[in-house]
């Protein structure tokens, strides 16, 4: 298969390197060729954080070109903005509602933009997800991450759940607990982006 291309755009504390390692285990798990890029940046400073993740029979760099992203996955309302000139027609965008301001508008030096969905489905197939408050219900509003990722894994059927499932309990190993809170969590996301989808 022609490379799958993905985007994780997000701040520092939303579990964005969490979410592409897991992406990149499940991939690996079938076999597939796959290749991560990471930004650390600012994220314990609460900064913008993003991960490119590639996966296909073979990939050759981690780096996505422009034009070439089918999916966004954006764990900040704004944070995605960012890079909708990497998407490809008719990409994915999955976006959560949560909002947390970047440190300029904190101090008055910029505005937050009030038509921020109305700019993204100019991009492509436009998904918003209150991905804290399915995570709330699934045990912990620190799997909002875990909830995009279900949103994910409907939109893409590259990756099946068992791959999913497995990769989620790799990463949370020894945590019963956590992993019992970021399966309810993934299958909250899985549900809510099925619902979406049978409601256009």
């Known amino acids: 298969m022609s490379a799958t ?3 994780i755009a997000g701040v520092g504390g939303q579990g964005n390197i969490a979410a592409s390692k897991i992406i990149g285990e499940a991939a690996l798990m079938l076999g597939y060729d796959v290749k991560i890029t990471e930004t650390h940046g600012m994220a314990q400073r609460g900064g913008s954080v993003h991960s490119m993740v590639r996966f296909g029979d073979k990939v050759f760099s981690p780096l996505i070109p422009k034009g070439a992203c089918q999916y966004l996955l954006s764990l900040e309302i704004l944070e995605g903005l960012r890079w909708v000139e990497y998407l490809k027609d008719g990409a994915f965008l999955i976006v959560s509602t949560e909002i947390r301001p970047p440190y300029s508008v904190s101090v008055g030096k910029d505005h937050y933009p009030q038509n921020i969905e109305e700019i993204y489905s100019k991009y492509g197939q436009l998904l918003m997800v209150p991905a804290k408050e399915l995570a709330s219900k699934a045990g912990s509003t620190r799997s909002a991450n ?9 939109l893409t059927k590259s990756i099946n759940s068992e791959a999913w499932i497995e990769s989620i309990k790799r990463r949370f190993y020894g945590k019963e607990k956590v992993i019992e809170i970021n399966l309810n969590a993934f299958q909250l996301g899985y549900e809510f982006a099925s619902n979406s989808d049978r409601g256009r």
Do not use: R, S
């Open 5 to 7: 291309n993905i985007i």
């Open 146 to 154: 875990i909830v995009m990722l279900g949103c994910l894994a409907y």
